[in-house]
């Protein structure tokens, strides 16, 4: 899913002081590399408080640039639509032989009673009681093989292709991440797992089965952190510690039907008004911030068959017959369970009211659970920001959640702490436009790298 976003953000940003970055210069990175690297960094202000492992991350990550674009192309251009299992696994093992290198023991977990290929698990023991991170990410895109959009294209600072962010930029930066940690060393003693769905963008079912590896791995977990698009508004990088749910609903009214000269009175109000009316109620009772409730389809008639998806209605009727017939979907995304029991319950009580010879029932069926803005989410965004301080970048301000779409973090946010938006910085995901901000991923890289190798120090 994709992160809301403003006009993309301008320039690259410094990362390392150059007194801090020149201080390495003699251990083996290749000259013409440096030379971009310190011509990006004199402009730099000496607020950089990292330690020396730290300095060395930052300059890893930049060393790598090109390995790590190199990496981003090879997946970009490997098919991995959500319906596509063989080019979902195919991905897998393009990224199975960046982490078994790193120490971590890979697991292909095939779902095929899902309807989907499967996730890649990983998992990096470390330090007993030492802290767990939980690493979140998705090998699948939108774009079938079928899409005449495949290929990845540079363009200046920009990359062109299908999941070049969303999301197999997000695992290269979370790859160049981990190769960093390596090369300083906190790596040693990490406690990490990987998780990267095959199925985000269209999920398998059943829900459970599909997401049962994720949550297993959210209960092990500290700390969970999620390497989809960065946010940015107003050319700010913005942090990302919250995500709403997304349950659908369907609305079934019955009623007694009859001669139209009878509707309000002796033949009552018929299914068409009850549906109005519950529809209206919804409208004017239920708003409250950050609750939103789509109606996405409706019908009604004398007659109102659906077919087996809910996404098409057939409806029949003449203008002197009382509707005995309506049908409603909609979705309703909330911010915390209790807000979700709240509007279901107002929901639920104002379909019961029914109109003189109707009768309407609601069923909620739950897709992703929402992740409530927590003080664990938000104190994990302080420390991401004293990451930003240190690197002398500006703070991340936390994202408005109704301006993010639902996630595969949202499984696992009722047990673990979490922050979105660990990925790089785009636009136009999910089309044919979809650009990564390349100077975006080096930027990630390195505040992921610091931020883990805090983290994964600390105890449990
Ligand atoms: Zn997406």
């Given at each position: 899913?994709?992160?809301?976003?403003?006009?993309?953000?301008?320039?690259?940003?410094?990362?390392?002081?150059?007194?801090?970055?020149?201080?390495?210069?003699?251990?083996?990175?290749?000259?013409?590399?440096?030379?971009?690297?310190?011509?990006?960094?004199?402009?730099?202000?000496?607020?950089?408080?990292?330690?020396?492992?730290?300095?060395?991350?930052?300059?890893?990550?930049?060393?790598?640039?090109?390995?790590?674009?190199?990496?981003?192309?090879?997946?970009?251009?490997?098919?991995?639509?959500?319906?596509?299992?063989?080019?979902?696994?195919?991905?897998?093992?393009?990224?199975?032989?960046?982490?078994?290198?790193?120490?971590?023991t890979?697991r292909?977990?095939?779902?095929?009673?899902?309807?989907?290929?499967?996730?890649?698990v990983a998992t990096r023991k470390g330090?007993p009681g030492a802290k767990r991170l939980l690493l979140i990410?998705?090998?699948?895109?939108?774009?079938?093989?079928?899409?005449?959009?495949?290929?990845?294209?540079?363009?200046?600072?920009?990359?062109?292709?299908?999941?070049?962010?969303?999301?197999?930029?997000?695992?290269?930066?979370?790859?160049?991440?981990?190769?960093?940690?390596?090369?300083?060393?906190?790596?040693?003693?990490?406690n990490i797992e990987v998780v990267?769905?095959?199925?985000?963008?269209?999920?398998?079912?059943?829900?459970?089965?599909?997401?049962r590896d994720l949550i297993a791995a959210g209960k092990r977990a500290d700390a969970a952190?999620?390497?989809?698009?960065?946010?940015?508004?107003?050319?700010?990088?913005?942090?990302?510690?919250?995500?709403?749910?997304?349950?659908?609903?369907?609305?079934?009214?019955?009623?007694?039907?009859?001669?139209?000269?009878?509707?309000?009175?002796?033949?009552?109000?018929?299914?068409?008004?009850?549906?109005?009316?519950?529809?209206?109620?919804?409208?004017?009772?239920?708003?409250?911030?950050?609750?939103?409730?789509?109606?996405?389809?409706?019908?009604?008639?004398?007659?109102?068959?659906?077919?087996?998806?809910?996404?098409?209605?057939?409806?029949?009727?003449?203008?002197?017959?009382?509707?005995?017939?309506?049908?409603?979907?909609?979705?309703?995304?909330?911010?915390?369970?209790?807000?979700?029991?709240?509007?279901?319950?107002?929901?639920?009580?104002?379909?019961?009211?029914?109109?003189?010879?109707?009768?309407?029932?609601?069923?909620?069926?739950?897709?992703?659970?929402?992740?409530?803005?927590?003080?664990?989410?938000?104190?994990?965004?302080?420390?991401?920001?004293?990451?930003?301080?240190?690197?002398?970048?500006?703070?991340?301000?936390?994202?408005?959640?109704?301006?993010?779409?639902?996630?595969?973090?949202?499984f696992v946010?009722a047990d673990v702490d979490g922050?979105?938006?660990?990925?790089?910085?785009?636009?136009?995901?999910?089309?044919?436009?979809?650009?990564?901000?390349?100077?975006?991923?080096?930027?990630?890289?390195?505040?992921?790298?610091?931020?883990?190798?805090?983290?994964?120090?600390?105890?449990r």
């Open positions: 899913m994709s992160p809301h976003r403003t006009p993309a953000n301008a320039g690259v940003q410094p990362l390392v002081r150059p007194r801090a970055f020149l201080g390495w210069l003699g251990s083996g990175v290749r000259r013409s590399t440096l030379a971009v690297g310190v011509a990006l960094l004199l402009a730099t202000p000496a607020t950089a408080k990292l330690t020396a492992l730290e300095q060395r991350m930052a300059a890893a990550v930049q060393a790598e640039q090109d390995r790590t674009l190199a990496l981003l192309e090879r997946m970009v251009n490997q098919n991995s639509g959500s319906l596509n299992p063989g080019g979902v696994e195919a991905v897998a093992r393009i990224v199975r032989a960046e982490l078994e290198p790193l120490g971590f890979v292909w977990v095939p779902l095929p009673q899902t309807g989907r290929a499967g996730h890649l330090r990410g998705h090998l699948d895109t939108v774009f079938e093989p079928d899409s005449p959009f495949q290929r990845w294209t540079r363009e200046g600072d920009r990359g062109h292709g299908p999941g070049a962010a969303d999301n197999k930029g997000g695992v290269a930066v979370m790859l160049a991440a981990l190769r960093a940690m390596q090369t300083a060393r906190t790596l040693r003693g990490a990267l769905t095959g199925d985000e963008e269209d999920p398998g079912a059943p829900l459970e089965l599909a997401r952190l999620d390497f989809e698009g960065l946010a940015q508004e107003n050319g700010r990088d913005m942090g990302s510690i919250a995500r709403r749910s997304v349950t659908d609903w369907t609305l079934t009214v019955t009623a007694r039907s009859g001669h139209s000269s009878g509707v309000f009175s002796s033949g009552g109000y018929g299914a068409n008004y009850e549906l109005a009316r519950i529809l209206d109620a919804f409208r004017r009772e239920l708003p409250e911030p950050k609750l939103t409730y789509n109606v996405g389809l409706i019908a009604g008639g004398s007659e109102v068959k659906a077919d087996a998806g809910k996404i098409r209605t057939e409806a029949s009727g003449k203008t002197n017959i009382i509707a005995g017939q309506a049908f409603a979907r909609g979705d309703l995304r909330a911010l915390s369970p209790e807000q979700i029991a709240r509007a279901t319950a107002r929901m639920q009580a104002i379909v019961a009211s029914s109109l003189p010879g109707t009768k309407a029932s609601i069923a909620f069926e739950a897709g992703y659970p929402p992740m409530a803005p927590t003080p664990g989410n938000e104190a994990l965004l302080a420390r991401l920001n004293t990451v930003n301080a240190d690197l002398g970048l500006p703070a991340m301000a936390p994202l408005d959640p109704a301006k993010r779409g639902a996630g595969d973090i949202s946010a922050l979105v938006g660990l990925g790089p910085a785009s636009s136009g995901d999910h089309t044919p436009a979809e650009r990564v901000d390349i100077s975006s991923i080096a930027r990630q890289a390195t505040r992921a790298a610091i931020l883990m190798s805090r983290l994964a120090r600390e105890r």
